[in-house]
């Protein structure tokens, strides 16, 4: 008997991992009797040529969206798909549906059916429904049309992640993301949600602040398949907070050893979480191959950080990064300016910790994001209340710019500073070698006193290196 076709579809984006959420609801498919074809935008020369080819009698189409430009190619993928193949369903899930369960389907006729939160399970319902031509009016976590009206079903709680079977791989040419990637690097999700609270994520509001994760053991096993089936020599964690319990990490990181996976890994942690590690655990880290963190900072002013829920204190920041500096761990910590209403007293506390931080090693990067306003995020919902106007369309959160633009909220001053101070920070701990030595000299000068007017070495480095980034 013929296998029963479902094709996913990862849109374009700027940023490049393995496809995990796509593996995780292909992964949960029978194989005996669904066959999944994963086309990744990203990797493929001419995407709408592969849906083409891809399409013809499958059973349905799963397309993952995230806010922004991946959801523009989205909007333009189900255009075509449905355009060509009326007769597949068009599901959509992701962080996008999850945060507007029926916007899609009222704004986009191409779209069939949303899905909310953890889909492995409600993905899997519904290609069984469809493959037995049953409806899916009772299948909880997802929106669809019914005699012409839109129906949110019932809310699926998060499921132990420990129940799912081991990721297939296989689904996608690994070979061709280490490729693109560089390096042997492996993307692993060992954990879904997240208990706190922060109010600029919208973590919160779709998970409710509910977490699973893996257990060590079932890590453990899937990693020592993996690097024997795939030879990664780096691992890299795409969990929210991976460090929420400290005896899980131990466990893996004691694991990694004593199986003898040989690898480095990068995951995230949160400075308070850090700060109970304990030495021995720090250490049985450094020994297992932990080569990089990201611990989210966002703010140099602790009355902000308490406005933004972080829960965290500034001396946990740097407990972890006075440890990370003694156990030559590279540490990423972001940094997020341009909220509403943001003093220039908590700016100033940024940039000083920003170059606090970089001073302690050259190990340590501290990118700076501008604020911007993710649906379903408190923050968000407090800026709407105050008047300010968000998109209101899928259409016109697709052509929302996540990336570059820092948003109506920041001044031009604010912007220009901000832009300076990136500039020369970048300048004054790039590892360029001796031909930036005296810029470098001058940038440092600069960060120190905090003037950036004539910027000179800018005008110079745009002539002699143009487009080129320092780093």
Known sequence: MPKHKVVLYNPRSVFFDMPLALLAIGSALDSRRFEVEIIDARLTQNPQQALAAALPGALC????????????????????????????????????????PTGPLVDVPEVDITVQGQGEETFRELTEAFAAGNPVDEIPGMAHRRSGEIVRNAPRPLA??????????????VEAYFAKKGRRQFDYISST????????????????????????????????????????????????????????????????????????????????????????????????????????????????????????????????????RSLEIGVIFPFIVGFPGESEASVAATVAMVKQLREMSPDFQTPIFYFKPYPGSAITREMEQQGFRLPQSTEEWAGFDYIGSSGPWVSRAKERFMEAFKFYLRLAFARRGALLAPLQALAKWRLRRGQFALPLEKIIIEKVRPGQRLS
């Open 61 to 100: 189409l799963g397309i993952t969206v995230l806010t922004g430009a991946p959801l523009a190619d989205a909007l333009e993928m189900s255009r075509y798909a449905k355009r060509h193949f009326p007769q597949v369903p068009v599901i959509w899930g992701g962080w996008h549906p999850s945060l507007f």
């Open 160 to 173: 132990d992640m420990n129940v799912f079977p081991r990721v297939d791989y296989d689904l996608i040419d």
């Open 193 to 324: 949600g997240c208990f706190f609270r922060c109010s600029f994520c919208a973590d919160p509001f779709v998970f409710q602040r509910k977490y699973s994760a893996l257990s060590p053991e079932r890590m453990i096993s899937d990693l020592r398949f993996f690097q024997e089936r795939y030879g990664f020599t780096d691992l890299n964690f795409q969990d929210e907070t991976f460090f929420t319990y400290r005896e899980r990490i131990a466990a893996f990181a004691a694991g990694l050893v004593e199986n003898g996976i040989r690898t480095t890994w990068a995951a995230t942690m949160r400075a308070d979480q850090g700060s109970r590690l304990g030495d021995e655990v720090w250490q049985l880290c450094k020994k297992s191959g932990l080569r990089r963190l990201l611990i989210g900072v966002e703010s140099g002013s602790q009355e902000m950080m308490d406005w933004l829920k972080k829960d965290i204190r500034m001396e946990q920041v740097m407990f972890c990064a006075e440890k990370c």
